[in-house]
């Protein structure tokens, strides 16, 4: 079983994620447990306080080490030695490849950060500080929740059908193929007649051409951290002249004659 211990203030937060969808599902199987942890459990004033004024002055409240040292503590006096991640604005940014290192971990402990952060001396017991973007938002739980998400479906056993999993955007560096179901035709939208044609090898040759063009249009970036087959290449010039598949499949059935002839 794989375990999520999350440090927060907000415990309820993930309460919706995990009785819902696949999540609940692999908490129900004994596949994984998330197990959101209140700090403000660990505090010993009465008040329960796991905040405070910033040294050396500034706005805000930071959160203290204490109630997160002592919550860390009643972790590793179970057994436990979790992998541990800090959401900060500033961390590795995380992506496809990160969420695919996580899901090896056995155990997993994710402190949400809070207010103005939190106090520096709790990276001592830190792995690594992680980001989702370059963008503020009110607290770590957000964030949390979607690296939760996209590293659970990764785990064997979650999803159904792992075949699914490879064709997400991103599994090989590309975006993702447009998908298509029933009606055939809506509103005068047809769904392109190679998909209904039967000819597997002729599908998957326009998926892998479509990948290209949506990753070459709206995230050209990618292209350059992919390992590209010879056939991806000579899609990809095509993708760059304005080639059509239509056209370039016919283009490639020429040259294919030609050479033939030529022998």
């Not at 004033?45 to 050396?56: A, C, F, L, M, S």
């Not at 447009?178 to 047809?190: E, V």
């Not at 080639?243 to 022998?263: P, V």
Request: charged share 30%; hydrophobic share 40%.
């Amino acid at each position: 079983m794989k375990q999520f211990f999350l440090f927060t203030i907000f415990p309820q937060f993930f309460d919706c994620f995990k009785n819902t969808g696949i999540v609940s599902r692999a908490i129900k199987r004994g596949i994984v447990s998330i197990e959101a942890i209140n700090i403000r459990d660990f505090a010993t004033d009465k008040h329960k306080t796991v905040d405070d004024v910033v040294y050396g002055g500034g706005p805000g409240m930071l959160l203290k080490p204490e109630p997160i040292f002592r919550a860390y503590d009643y972790l590793v006096s179970k057994g436990h030695k979790p992998y541990v991640l800090i959401t900060e604005p500033w961390g590795r940014k995380f992506n496809q490849n990160f969420a695919r290192e996580l899901s090896e971990k056995d155990e997993i402990l994710i402190i949400c950060g809070r207010y103005e952060g939190i106090d520096e001396r709790v990276k001592r017991i830190v792995d690594e500080e992680v980001s989702i973007g370059d963008f503020i938002i009110s607290g770590g739980e957000p964030a949390t929740l979607v690296i939760l998400d996209a590293v659970i479906r990764l785990i064997p056993g979650v999803v159904g059908d792992r075949e699914s999993l490879k064709v997400d955007s991103f599994s090989d560096g590309l975006l993702g193929y447009p998908n298509y179901t029933r009606p055939a035709n809506f509103r005068g939208l047809k769904v392109p007649s190679i998909l209904t044609s039967g000819n597997h090898k002729l599908i998957e040759s326009w998926r892998r051409w479509e990948s290209l063009k949506r990753t070459y249009f709206k995230r050209k970036d990618l292209l350059e951290k992919v390992n590209l087959s010879e056939d991806d290449l000579i899609m990809l010039e095509a993708i760059e002249k304005n080639i059509s598949f239509e056209e370039f499949l016919e283009l490639k059935r020429k040259w294919k004659n030609n050479k033939k002839k030529k022998k």
